[in-house]
């Protein structure tokens, strides 16, 4: 999928990020054990709180879904996200949902790549894309987020359950 963008970078880089740790305590420890430095595994995040001009733009694009959640990304260089799978415990919580394999999850490049930022998904590796590219995945598929470059990376998550 690929929406053709409308935004610019001042949209989005100039948000009150805050960086966090992944909010599973069992995944971070995994992490841990197998050699991971943790500080570097923060993420920076905006979760779109209220509607805006953005936001209901781009859930024009995801009418297929329903229960919307975007949350701007932010990963600085060096920091990364290893293989991990989301439990999505707070979107659950909120809209009540016992199978997590109705969450659909879509990453949204606000930049075009450059070098050393990645995401794995599965068994794909992506490293180039292009403003705009959506890339998708589904319940407890293991995916990890990389910036091994020299400039920030940006991305706008989106998660929904397909209407049925």
Request: charged residues 15%; glycine residues 8%.
């Amino acid at each position: 999928m690929h929406i053709t963008p409308f935004w610019s970078t001042e949209d989005y880089a100039k948000l009150n990020y805050t960086a966090e740790y992944f909010r599973d305590s069992s995944q971070l420890d995994e992490w841990k054990i197998a050699g991971h430095h943790l500080p570097n595994t923060t993420i920076s995040i905006f979760p779109v709180t209220s509607p805006t001009e953005f936001s209901t733009k781009i859930e024009s694009y995801f009418g297929h879904l329903q229960h919307i959640g975007i949350c701007f990304h932010l990963l600085l260089p060096g920091h990364y996200l290893p293989l991990h799978r989301d439990a999505y415990g707070f979107y659950t919580r909120k809209y009540g949902i016992t199978d997590i394999n109705k969450i659909h999850r879509y990453i949204m490049f606000l930049e075009d790549s450059q070098p050393g930022h990645l995401l794995t998904v599965g068994d794909t590796i992506y490293s180039q894309w292009c403003a705009g590219d959506v890339k998708s995945f589904s319940g407890a598929t293991p995916h990890s987020a990389i910036n091994l470059g020299m400039t920030p990376r940006y991305t706008l998550q989106i998660t929904g359950i397909v209407n049925e």
